[in-house]
Structures are given as structure tokens and as C-alpha cells.
């Protein structure tokens, strides 16, 4: 079984109206929905939700894998808007704010066809010193969220496989303009990876 663990209901809503064509209604937080070898759950923004949600999933349940998606925010112009980023790499980014400055790492597999692979912060508090905060981030990850790095260690926990791709929704740079189709992007780019081998969903 192959679970999927998005961010938000409207994320989830495009995919599953895309994969049922439209037989299935839209699904709220923390409330798990199988159709046959897919586990669909939205766990919503940030990392306690994230942390409880992805433990209540795997507790109740026992998926092969997770993929864990949604959106995320470039912290460079070598990152564009709308594409797809197979994290490598997550960092649990709030120590550096909270002044413990030595922050969890946790590498992953990226098994996808993706624009591109690269280093994903998972932060929840607003940077004190945003400019400051940017550089020192950009210098170690390419894109930022607010979840992955929840799941992905509560998934590491229990022994199941994690893998992370987000749509890069907008950019710090205050001259890039957001993503027109976000969940749409999510949306065709999971359909597309089920159609593969190497995304297992028994």
C-alpha cells in the first residue's frame, strides 16, 4: 500500500478528482480515505499537524511507503516557480530561530522524475531578520516548507519509507510571481508517478 500524504485539502481534492474522476468528495485533515492500494490523508500546514497526523496514519494503518507533497517556497532564482523539487536532503529549520543552533538532518531517496532533486528546510516560525535568515538558508537548501521534515522523521520512526516532491509555489524573490496552477502540478505529477514502477502502491 502506497500513502500519500498531502498539506491541504485542496491539494488533495485535485488529485483525488483527477484519479476518481470526480467520484470522491473533498477530504479534510487528519482524516485518512483508502481506495484500494492508495492511502490519501492531508495532514494540514505545520509540523505538530504534520507530526500527528502522519503518527495517527501510520498507527492505524501500514503503508509500504509514503510520498509526502503539497507546496514549497524557492529560496533562490535557481529554483523556478511551478516546477517540481524531489527533496534529497531535509532540515528542521526552527532551531536556528529558537537559538539551538544545531538543527536534525535526514537524507532521502528521491525516486521520481523531477525537474529537479535538491535540500528541503522545514521551518514553522517567521525569520527574525528575514534577509539575514535568507542568505544563511539559501546557502544550505534550495526550497522551504513547513511539514516535510515532520514527516519524514515520524516516517523513519517506524521504519517506513519516506519520499518528499513539492511544487515550487512561489519565491522569496519578491519579483517572482506565484504559481497559477499549483495543485493541478501536484496533481499530474502524482498521476504520472503511479503510473511507474518505481513508486510501489501494494
Same mark, same amino acid.
Not at 539575514?132 to 514527516?151: E, F, G, I, M, Q
Not at 519578491?174 to 506565484?178: I, K, L
Given at each position: 500500500?502506497?500513502?500519500?500524504?498531502?498539506?491541504?485539502?485542496d491539494?488533495?481534492?485535485?488529485?483525488?478528482?483527477?484519479?476518481?474522476?470526480?467520484?470522491?468528495?473533498?477530504?479534510?485533515?487528519?482524516?485518512?480515505?483508502?481506495?484500494?492500494?492508495?492511502?490519501? /490523508?492531508? #495532514?494540514?500546514?505545520?509540523?505538530?499537524?504534520? #507530526?500527528?497526523?502522519?503518527?495517527?496514519?501510520?498507527q492505524?494503518?501500514?503503508?509500504?511507503?509514503?510520498?509526502?507533497?503539497?507546496?514549497?517556497?524557492?529560496?533562490?532564482?535557481?529554483?523556478? /516557480?511551478?516546477?517540481?523539487?524531489?527533496?534529497?536532503?531535509?532540515?528542521?529549520?526552527?532551531?536556528?530561530?529558537?537559538?539551538? =543552533?544545531?538543527?536534525?538532518?535526514? =537524507?532521502?531517496?528521491? =525516486?521520481?522524475?523531477?525537474?529537479?532533486?535538491?535540500?528541503?528546510?522545514?521551518?514553522?516560525?517567521?525569520?527574525?531578520?528575514?534577509?539575514?535568515?535568507?542568505?544563511?538558508?539559501?546557502?544550505?537548501?534550495?526550497?522551504?516548507?513547513?511539514?516535510?521534515?515532520? /514527516?519524514?522523521?515520524?516516517?523513519?520512526?517506524?521504519?517506513? =519509507?519516506?519520499?518528499v516532491?513539492?511544487?515550487?509555489?512561489?519565491?522569496?524573490n519578491?519579483? #517572482?510571481?506565484?504559481a497559477?496552477?499549483?495543485?493541478?502540478?501536484?496533481?499530474?505529477?502524482?498521476?504520472?508517478?503511479?503510473? #511507474?514502477?518505481?513508486?510501489?502502491?501494494?
Open positions: 500500500m502506497l500513502g500519500i500524504v498531502f498539506t491541504t485539502p491539494d488533495a481534492a485535485t488529485f483525488l478528482h483527477q484519479h476518481t474522476a470526480g467520484r470522491t468528495d473533498r477530504l479534510e485533515e487528519d482524516t485518512p480515505l483508502q481506495l484500494g492500494n492508495l492511502l490519501v /490523508v492531508v #495532514t494540514g500546514p505545520g509540523k505538530i499537524k504534520a #507530526t500527528l497526523a502522519t503518527e495517527r496514519l501510520l492505524s494503518h501500514d503503508p509500504d511507503t509514503l510520498i509526502h507533497t503539497g507546496r514549497c517556497t524557492a529560496l533562490s532564482d535557481d529554483v523556478s /516557480v511551478d516546477s517540481v523539487v524531489g527533496a534529497s536532503f531535509v532540515l528542521e529549520g526552527d532551531r536556528v530561530e529558537l537559538e539551538a =543552533p544545531t538543527y536534525p538532518r535526514m =537524507p532521502l531517496n528521491c =525516486p521520481y522524475d523531477v525537474e529537479r532533486e535538491g535540500t528541503l528546510v522545514s521551518q514553522d516560525h517567521t525569520p527574525n531578520g528575514e534577509d539575514d535568515s535568507l542568505n544563511y538558508w539559501a546557502r544550505l537548501a534550495d526550497v522551504r516548507d513547513s511539514t516535510s521534515y515532520a /514527516v519524514a522523521y515520524v516516517a523513519a520512526q517506524h521504519g517506513t =519509507p519516506c519520499h516532491a513539492k511544487v515550487v509555489h512561489s519565491s522569496v519578491a519579483e #517572482t510571481s506565484p497559477s496552477a499549483p495543485s493541478e502540478t501536484i496533481a499530474s505529477f502524482l498521476n504520472g508517478a503511479l503510473d #511507474t514502477a518505481d513508486l510501489p502502491t501494494e
